[in-house]
């Protein structure tokens, strides 16, 4: 039976309310009256529920769709103004004893090559994602308890934070591994990660089992259950995703919504992210052989019903995506990207042969770091190098009341403005460094605090002729 505050994921991700979700969104879709009043609700920016935003993604009247995708957009500028948070994923291992049949990570391929990084070759991927110009990472590996140990990724994760490099320096690490116990959560909140990211990738019950045929990830209920125990471990901030393209899309988004509500309602904080990662071409995956695949009207518009759906959660994009897609995305709700990733162990410091191949997946938008933040701009948005709240203690229900309250504004903007210039001085091009300089001359201006404002001009001159770094609000 559906229960938001169950400690079962049978009952807070309950099967029959999806299905119930659905028909009513079906029965519903073509209800103007009920759908502008969902419209009218989702405009006081305080979220709407699974049932309501469900019946959002299924309208396909167009006038309203526009009127969601212009709220998606205005919600978007009102949290989040222009800026746009910048990191970048550090695969550590890809020894895996899973059998998911979207991943080429999965037990059974033999002829991927299969790393993991010592210590030593962390230090150089570190460096050079440092010279990048990447201050926020997301650490990825597969599940192994031979190879990938928790002892292995504290002193990862210990590692990351001592490598002080020129002016380079990782402030927020955060981590995508397996599902693991809440005393080994509590050992990551210990080391200081930022966010605990892990995807449900579907949330479709018996699909989740036959696309994990084998190994401890075949376990749905440990694994839908871990963001309780991350949670109870101390890690407020959680990241959730589905992998769309492996069950239907509006059973995931429906689930997907269920799983935030039910954090909030448990623990009161939802969650600090939600990734939106379409399946995509790897080593032995074949994205034509998932029937589920979704269009890019239907990927923009699931985007801009999570944005309306849960207005304070961020969203991520990966350059799984294609240039033109996340130019789409950016603009309907999401608030991070990647840039100039590497889905290959090792890949940063040394670029793999094709022979070597260890990529988890193949990346769509290939530009380096300069050129993503080069086309930002040229936009209008900020990219931000912003780690601040996790740094200053503003995690979980602390954030989220400061979001909410639209405190954290005051923070956002000087800090982009900061991270950014940081960026220009130590890592840009010639011509992105002067794409940012009138950024920033412009963006000043729009600080509304004159105090503020004044400290950041002052700190900026500081960062400009004083090399002096990490300032924050
Ligand atoms: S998705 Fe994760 S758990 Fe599954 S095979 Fe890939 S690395 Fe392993
Ligand atoms: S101030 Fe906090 S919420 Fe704003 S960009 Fe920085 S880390 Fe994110």
């Given at each position: 039976?559906y229960?938001?505050?169950?400690?079962?994921a049978?009952?807070?991700?309950?099967?029959?309310?999806?299905l119930d979700?659905?028909?009513y969104?079906?029965e519903n879709?073509?209800?103007?009256k009920?759908?502008?009043?969902i419209?009218?609700?989702?405009?006081?920016?305080k979220g709407?529920?699974?049932?309501?935003?469900?019946?959002?993604?299924a309208?396909?009247d167009?006038?309203?769709n526009n009127?969601?995708?212009k709220?998606a957009?205005?919600?978007?500028k009102?949290?989040?103004?222009n800026?746009i948070?910048?990191?970048?994923?550090l695969y550590?291992?890809?020894?895996?004893?899973?059998?998911c049949?979207?991943?080429?990570?999965?037990?059974?391929?033999?002829?991927?090559?299969?790393k993991?990084?010592?210590q030593e070759?962390?230090?150089?991927?570190?460096?050079?994602?440092?010279d990048?110009?990447?201050?926020?990472?997301?650490?990825?590996?597969?599940?192994?308890?031979?190879?990938?140990?928790?002892?292995?990724?504290?002193?990862?994760?210990k590692?990351?934070?001592?490598?002080?490099?020129?002016n380079?320096?990782?402030?927020?690490v955060?981590?995508?591994?397996?599902?693991?116990?809440?005393?080994n959560?509590?050992l990551l909140k210990?080391?200081?990660?930022?966010?605990y990211?892990l995807?449900q990738e579907?949330?479709?019950?018996?699909?989740?089992k036959?696309?994990?045929?084998?190994?401890?990830?075949?376990d749905?209920?440990?694994?839908t259950e871990?963001?309780?125990?991350?949670m109870?471990?101390?890690?407020?901030?959680?990241?959730?995703?589905?992998?769309?393209?492996?069950?239907?899309?509006?059973?995931?988004f429906a689930?997907?919504?269920?799983?935030?509500?039910?954090?909030?309602?448990?623990?009161g904080?939802?969650?600090?992210?939600i990734?939106?990662?379409?399946?995509c071409?790897?080593?032995?995956i074949?994205?034509?052989?998932?029937?589920?695949?979704i269009?890019?009207?239907?990927?923009?518009k699931?985007?801009?019903?999570?944005?309306i759906?849960v207005?304070?959660?961020g969203m991520?994009?990966?350059t799984?995506?294609?240039?033109?897609?996340?130019?789409?995305?950016l603009?309907l709700?999401?608030s991070?990207?990647?840039?100039?990733s590497?889905?290959?162990?090792?890949g940063y410091?040394?670029?793999?042969?094709?022979?070597?191949n260890?990529r988890?997946?193949?990346?769509?938008d290939t530009?380096?770091?300069?050129e993503?933040?080069?086309?930002?701009?040229?936009?209008?948005?900020?990219p931000?190098?912003?780690?601040?709240?996790?740094?200053?203690?503003?995690?979980?229900?602390r954030?989220?009341?400061?979001c909410?309250?639209g405190?954290?504004?005051?923070?956002?903007?000087?800090n982009?403005?900061?991270?950014l210039?940081?960026y220009?001085?130590?890592?840009?091009s010639s011509?992105?460094?002067?794409?940012g300089?009138n950024?920033?001359?412009k963006?000043?201006e729009?600080?509304?605090n004159?105090?503020?404002k004044?400290?950041?001009i002052k700190n900026?001159?500081l960062?400009?002729?004083n090399?002096?770094r990490?300032?924050?609000?």
């Amino acid at each position: 039976m559906y229960d938001i505050t169950s400690k079962s994921a049978d009952d807070f991700i309950n099967h029959e309310e999806i299905l119930d979700t659905i028909k009513y969104a079906d029965e519903n879709k073509n209800n103007i009256k009920l759908i502008d009043s969902i419209l009218e609700k989702a405009k006081l920016r305080k979220g709407l529920s699974h049932r309501e935003a469900s019946v959002l993604l299924a309208c396909k009247d167009e006038n309203k769709n526009n009127e969601m995708f212009k709220l998606a957009e205005q919600i978007k500028k009102d949290f989040y103004g222009n800026r746009i948070v910048m990191f970048a994923p550090l695969y550590l291992s890809n020894y895996c004893v899973n059998g998911c049949v979207y991943c080429p990570y999965h037990a059974k391929n033999k002829h991927i090559a299969r790393k993991k990084l010592t210590q030593e070759e962390i230090k150089k991927e570190v460096i050079a994602l440092q010279d990048m110009g990447h201050k926020r990472l997301a650490l990825e590996a597969g599940e192994d308890p031979v190879n990938n140990t928790m002892d292995y990724y504290l002193e990862c994760i210990k590692t990351i934070y001592s490598i002080k490099h020129k002016n380079g320096a990782i402030r927020r690490v955060n981590i995508n591994i397996a599902a693991t116990t809440v005393e080994n959560y509590r050992l990551l909140k210990e080391a200081g990660i930022g966010t605990y990211i892990l995807f449900q990738e579907t949330y479709h019950k018996e699909s989740y089992k036959k696309l994990h045929p084998t190994g401890p990830k075949s376990d749905y209920n440990y694994h839908t259950e871990a963001m309780d125990r991350a949670m109870k471990g101390g890690i407020d901030d959680v990241g959730l995703g589905v992998l769309f393209g492996l069950d239907k899309y509006r059973y995931e988004f429906a689930g997907l919504l269920m799983h935030a509500e039910h954090l909030e309602a448990v623990f009161g904080v939802g969650p600090h992210t939600i990734s939106v990662p379409r399946i995509c071409d790897a080593d032995d995956i074949d994205k034509s052989s998932f029937s589920n695949g979704i269009s890019d009207d239907i990927f923009a518009k699931i985007v801009a019903c999570i944005r309306i759906a849960v207005p304070y959660t961020g969203m991520i994009v990966s350059t799984r995506e294609s240039q033109k897609t996340r130019e789409r995305v950016l603009h309907l709700g999401i608030s991070q990207i990647s840039g100039g990733s590497r889905t290959s162990v090792g890949g940063y410091f040394e670029a793999e042969s094709e022979e070597e191949n260890s990529r988890q997946f193949d990346v769509t938008d290939t530009r380096s770091l300069d050129e993503v933040v080069n086309w930002l701009m040229k936009m209008d948005y900020i990219p931000s190098f912003c780690t601040a709240c996790y740094r200053e203690g503003r995690t979980g229900d602390r954030f989220m009341s400061l979001c909410k309250s639209g405190q954290i504004q005051n923070c956002c903007l000087p800090n982009a403005l900061m991270t950014l210039q940081e960026y220009l001085m130590d890592y840009a091009s010639s011509e992105t460094k002067e794409i940012g300089e009138n950024l920033i001359h412009k963006e000043i201006e729009n600080i509304p605090n004159e105090k503020v404002k004044n400290i950041v001009i002052k700190n900026l001159k500081l960062i400009k002729d004083n090399n002096k770094r990490d300032f924050r609000f």
